[in-house]
């Protein structure tokens, strides 16, 4: 039997209007029955359908965080939240080349990229672009990258970031792929390379975006498209995705969301997070979050509450954000439904 939320609900608002504190709970003996009863009101909503279907763009499945054993547990949360694809990030040669398995074990669920991160660009060879364009061609892979640049953390020299994103450019504009790309305080470099391939990409999606609402213009007069992930939550660049949200300078149409797991957890109860914002993460959204997420590994089933964030930030509904970035994911990367 499925409990309605005014249930939990009522129980939320009797607890404070009885200003029962954790103490005086205990001194009566009925802390651990409230809890247990709390926590069936809370697991009985999370079993509900999905009040959405959303598609994670952009998740690290083959790291380390996860394994063959788990995954399979991963899978199904995602799918009890609301994902309906989910798109693996190949990083490298190597990297693509588990993620290809791992679509083969879940086909038409699981989707993948094929590159190399600007991390690795240092162990890139003339032969890499040769692998990557025969991964590229499986019928799995939907994009090329994740490629670009990053001069925050600078693990492969500049120059050879340059060199090696050029190259990816060009195999995208070659196979007629969408391009997912990865950028950290290179916004203008990154730019540079991608204005030369004007009119010869197809879509351009700027992975996890962090930067200011002058580079995010750039890109969406480029014609690109915009991922956002559960950084959300610390964004505090003074023209930053928040205020961009909340000015609507991030239309919907041009909106994508990712987890980019097991990185970026949505932190909901962080004081960062306004008070308005966090009384609109639903009890579906926050269930996952809070009972299978961490700091340590964000999983695809936190997507509900990252989308919740936007719409709250965004004064949008929930739906509106889940359909419209749904819709522009299929899109792109040409997914397809039974």
Request: proline share 5%.
């Amino acid at each position: 039997m499925h409990l309605p939320f005014t249930v939990e609900r009522w129980f939320r608002l009797s607890l404070f209007a009885c200003k029962l504190t954790r103490a005086n709970l205990t001194r009566v003996g009925r802390l651990k029955p409230l809890k247990k009863l709390f926590s069936s009101f809370r697991s009985s909503m999370a079993l509900r359908p999905a009040p959405y279907q959303l598609v994670d763009i952009g998740a690290n499945l083959t790291g380390h965080a996860f394994n063959n054993r788990d995954l399979e547990a991963v899978i199904g949360r995602a799918k009890e939240s609301g994902i309906c694809k989910i798109i693996v990030t190949g990083t490298s040669v190597e990297v693509t080349k588990e993620a290809m398995r791992l679509c083969r074990l879940y086909p038409g669920y699981l989707y993948f990229t094929a590159g190399t991160h600007p991390h690795d660009a240092k162990h890139f060879t003339p032969e890499c672009i040769d692998r990557l364009e025969e991964l590229a061609g499986q019928p799995e892979c939907v994009a090329i990258g994740e490629c670009g640049l990053d001069f925050n953390r600078m693990f492969s020299p500049r120059e050879t970031q340059l060199k090696v994103f050029d190259a990816q450019v060009q195999l995208a504009c070659k196979l007629k792929k969408p391009l997912f790309v990865h950028e950290r305080e290179a916004h203008e470099a990154l730019v540079d390379i991608l204005r030369k391939y004007d009119g010869q990409l197809r879509e351009v999606v700027i992975h996890c975006f962090t930067g200011t609402a002058e580079e995010a213009k750039t890109y969406l007069d480029m014609g690109f498209y915009i991922g956002l992930t559960g950084y959300l939550w610390k964004d505090t660049l003074e023209r930053g995705v928040k205020f961009m949200l909340r000015n609507r300078l991030l239309p919907l149409n041009r909106l994508l969301v990712e987890t980019d797991a097991p990185y970026m957890y949505p932190n909901i109860q962080a004081k960062k997070v306004c008070q308005d914002v966090r009384e609109k993460i639903s009890s579906h959204a926050s269930h996952f979050v809070l009972n299978h997420c961490s700091f340590q590994r964000n999983e695809p089933c936190s997507l509900p509450a990252t989308v919740e964030m936007i719409a709250a930030y965004g004064c949008f509904t929930p739906d509106e954000v889940a359909m419209r970035t749904t819709m522009n994911a299929v899109k792109i990367f040409g997914l397809t439904f039974d």
